[in-house]
T-cell receptor, first 117, second 115 residues
């Protein structure tokens, strides 16, 4: 079975602060994908990143960075110099890697981030 | 670029009625997924189809059924609606390797309210 835990239910920061969203996962699969999605108040799910389990290289994309540590089963997401537009619910998700049928996403409960001016 | 299209975007039904949600995947995508997101909840996987065959099944109630048609669009049929079915229903599509990489692209969702 797969499980994703986002222990932080809500986070509130002031604009320009850095903020890290935690994600811890459990899986018996030896290969898997990890994801982060953003869900703004408008409701759509916006894809942010996908990481293979065999690729532990950290990634930076503008103000966003991701730290994948297989040893601690964590895939944390950091927003640098947060902005009001970053206010949203952020979901971490996990899936098995299947060869011929796609994969279902298992989402964490989400972390609601509020960035105030 | 074309995205996943879902219709209708909003739907209001009474208890015990039926509802049909439609999903039009990104052109050439061969896999469709359905997710249900209740208020304040995370999305829950319902069912998926690859090349018009059911490929995976999650927590889909027996009152719900789905299929993928020859043009790859998919429909989620919901019968005997209950208040608890009120949720945001997402469809996602992906393209299998080697042409694609299974990356899932989500539609805007259909918001269903059952009264």
């Amino acid at each position: 079975a797969q499980k994703v835990t986002q222990a932080q239910t809500e986070i509130s920061v002031v604009e320009k602060e850095d903020v890290t969203l935690d994600c811890v996962y459990e899986t018996r699969d030896t290969t898997y994908y990890l994801f982060w999605y953003k869900q703004p108040p408008s409701g759509e799910l916006v894809f942010l990143i996908r990481r293979n389990s065999f690729d532990e290289q950290n990634e930076i994309s503008g103000r966003y960075s991701w730290n994948f540590q297989k040893s601690t089963s964590s895939f944390n997401f950091t927003i640098t110099a947060s902005q009001v537009v970053d206010s949203a619910v952020y979901f971490c998700a996990l899936s098995a890697i299947k060869t011929n049928s796609g994969y279902a996403l298992n989402f964490g409960k989400g972390t609601s981030l509020l960035v105030t001016p | 670029a074309a995205g996943v299209i879902q219709s209708p975007r909003h739907l209001i039904k009474e208890k015990r009625e039926t509802a049909t949600l439609k999903c039009y995947p990104i052109p050439r995508h061969d896999t469709v997924y359905w997710y249900q997101q209740g208020p304040g909840q995370d999305p829950q996987f319902l069912i998926s189809f690859y090349e018009k065959m059911q490929s995976d099944k999650g927590s889909i109630p027996d009152r719900f059924s789905a299929q993928q048609f020859s043009d790859y669009h998919s429909e989620l049929n919901m019968s005997s609606l209950e208040l608890g079915d009120s949720a945001l229903y997402f469809c996602a599509s992906s393209l299998a390797p080697p042409t694609g990489n299974w990356a899932q692209y989500f539609g805007p969702g259909t918001r269903l309210l059952v009264l």
